[in-house]
């Protein structure tokens, strides 16, 4: 496969074209969960009037996610690119290149499986006019509704995660790894560009680094179901996880994380929508 990034539309095709919204799907090893998602990404979709882009990343996947995909998304109209890049390296950083390689004025990344549904996206819109630069998703706010719950062993080391990123990395938020945040297009794409962990803690370093650099950031209560079939390994992710929060102190003690958002002209328009 190969590292350079190709866009293909099932309509026509405008590379010129302003786009309002990016959509970015992390994909490993996705082929039985896939298409309901790209199913419910297509019908919501198709309410909207704004110019839109759907970013999947395919982060070495071993098996036909990526063309099932694909598949669906062809003769949809949609405006999509696939980013591959041959080997697993792992969700932070199909993220990171998804993120910084997105077009849109607001950038939205969602997991594969769709736990948080995507019409939860039409609350965010509103605390963006509120001058807020990134709306994120939590499941442990009050409002939050947890349709079905992880395995309690899972459950309960993201809280333990959580309570160690607000410890140890000052991220002040409620949920860490919820996997459904938007953000104004070019803070995404200057927060992941100075990313620098690529394990399950690369949530904590994003928002440590917009926390550091007086982003606005806002929680939000989501509707949440979750699907069986999660690619964390928990010994292994947790002692890496922490070894990653600690690496974040060091980061930013080195200041790395200190380069400033150079285009200052982000938008803050409202994104048209229908009713």
Not at 10 to 37: A, D, H
Not at 247 to 265: E, F, K
Request: proline share 3%; glycine share 8%.
């Amino acid at each position: 496969m190969s590292n350079v990034p190709h866009e293909r539309a099932g309509g026509k095709e405008n590379q010129n074209q302003m786009i309002q919204l990016s959509i970015v799907v992390p994909i490993y090893n996705e082929e039985k969960r896939i298409n309901p998602t790209i199913q419910k990404l297509l019908a919501y979709l198709a309410k909207q009037s704004y110019s839109r882009e759907i970013v999947l990343v395919d982060d070495g996947s071993l098996d036909r996610g990526i063309e099932v995909a694909t598949k669906e998304l062809e003769g949809s109209g949609e405006i999509y690119r696939v980013i591959s890049y041959g080997e697993n390296r792992g969700k932070g950083y199909a993220l990171m290149r998804g993120m910084t390689e997105s077009k849109g004025d607001y950038v939205l990344f969602t997991d594969a499986d769709l736990s948080t549904p995507i019409e939860e996206l039409d609350q965010m819109w509103h605390w963006f006019e509120q001058g807020f630069d990134i709306v994120q998703g939590s499941r442990k706010m009050p409002g939050a509704k947890v349709e079905l719950h992880q395995p309690w062993l899972r459950e309960n080391m993201g809280k333990v995660f959580t309570a160690l990123s607000n410890l140890l990395v000052e991220v002040k938020v409620s949920d860490v790894t919820c996997g459904f945040k938007c953000y104004r297009g070019a803070v995404a794409r200057h927060l992941y560009g100075l990313q620098r962990i690529y394990d399950w803690s690369f949530d904590a370093e994003v928002i440590h680094i917009a926390r550091h650099q007086n982003f606005q950031l806002k929680e939000v209560p989501v509707r949440w179901h979750d699907e069986r079939g999660t690619k964390v390994h928990l010994v292994r992710d947790t002692i890496r996880s922490l070894q990653g929060l600690l690496n974040i102190r060091l980061n930013n003690w080195r200041g790395l994380y200190n380069a400033p958002l150079n285009n200052q002209a982000y938008p803050i328009e409202q994104v048209t929508r229908k009713s």
